[in-house]
């Protein structure tokens, strides 16, 4: 890996490890629905020129239907109920369970796909991996918080399942436009209740927290992710994926003093090494589509491939295409 592909992969593991402790501290102040559409709206204004000068959105027109789908089932829905669980549950278990997503996509992806294959280490990894949300909700928490679970259970499918409509319907669509299409869709849906229920006052720290989000979480993120896909290619760029759990849970212990609970020393061994297994198989799209939707939203857009010049995914599977492979 070349420095530039190294200083890339650092960046993302932190970048996409850190929004479960800027959603954890942003929520004191701000309502779920309003904080999704600060996050979306900032970043999608962000990204328009970029896509707008590619030429992208309009591109994206003619899978309009599918993008609105996507954008419901990736953005809408997960990132909301992802909101309102942390106004209960730590930065740190919501990071783990959402790290659960693989998981689930290594289950419906082959059912979905009329592929299924379940060796002895795919279910080893599965029951190892469920073994460690079991432990993490068993001994960490309890009552209410059981609601926030489902919650991020929510966005763990959510995650699992955008991955899946973008490589069965959107594939041929450019990335960049599909981001920025699904930002401008998720603020315009909020904005009705975002912009009535605003914070009468957000202290310095929520307000910092709900800007990171939106320009380095967000719009940053999704850039810096297409530049890594094509420096280092989409089989390597899945292992951020194992990496945003651990950085999440450091985040919040350091910042947010949250404990390091026998939930999550049982847990977060068992679930990262379960999605590893449950996930891993040939190189190509198929194993790297079903390990990214763990990784903070949308970064599988480009793993269907690598990116080309405008930053369309290229698939692996097409002939003559190896750019990316090997590096």
Do not use: K
Not at 137 to 147: C, E, N, S
Not at 217 to 238: I, N, Q
Not at 297 to 310: K, R
Request: hydrophobic content about 55%; charged content about 15%.
């Amino acid at each position: 890996m070349s420095r530039r592909g190294l200083a890339l992969f650092l960046a993302m593991s932190v970048i996409w490890g850190i929004p479960y402790l800027l959603i954890r501290v942003a929520v004191r102040d701000v309502p779920p629905p309003t904080l999704v559409f600060l996050r979306t709206a900032p970043a999608a204004l962000l990204l328009l020129p970029l896509a707008l000068r590619r030429g992208q959105l309009r591109a994206v027109l003619a899978g309009w239907r599918w993008v609105v789908v996507y954008t419901v089932v990736e953005l809408g829905v997960p990132w909301l109920a992802l909101s309102r669980a942390e106004q209960r549950l730590t930065s740190s278990a919501s990071g783990l369970l959402v790290a659960s997503a693989p998981l689930v996509a290594a289950v419906v992806y082959p059912l979905a796909t009329r592929t299924t294959h379940f060796d002895r280490r795919r279910t080893a990894g599965l029951l190892m991996g469920f073994a460690g949300v079991a432990a993490l909700v068993g001994l960490d928490l309890r009552g209410a918080d059981l609601v926030s679970v489902a919650e991020v259970g929510v966005t763990a499918a959510g995650y699992a399942c955008g991955p899946l409509i973008i490589s069965r319907r959107l594939a041929d669509l450019p990335g960049l436009g599909v981001v920025t299409a699904s930002l401008l869709l998720t603020a315009a849906g909020y904005a009705p209740v975002a912009l009535t229920h605003l914070p009468r006052h957000l202290p310095v720290e929520g307000g910092e927290a709900v800007a990171v989000l939106a320009v380095v979480c967000t719009a940053l993120a999704f850039v810096l992710f297409f530049e890594l896909v094509g420096e280092v290619g989409p089989s390597r760029s899945v292992v951020i994926t194992y990496l945003n759990p651990a950085v999440a849970v450091l985040l919040g212990i350091a910042f947010l003093r949250e404990p390091f609970s026998a939930g999550i020393a049982a847990g977060f061994p068992l679930i990262v090494a379960g999605s590893v297994l449950a996930t891993a198989g040939r190189a190509g799209a198929g194993s790297a589509e079903m390990a990214l939707p763990g990784a903070q939203h949308g970064d599988h857009l480009a793993a269907q491939g690598v990116v080309d010049g405008d930053h369309r995914a290229v698939g692996p599977g097409v002939p003559g295409d190896d750019r990316g492979r090997g590096r």
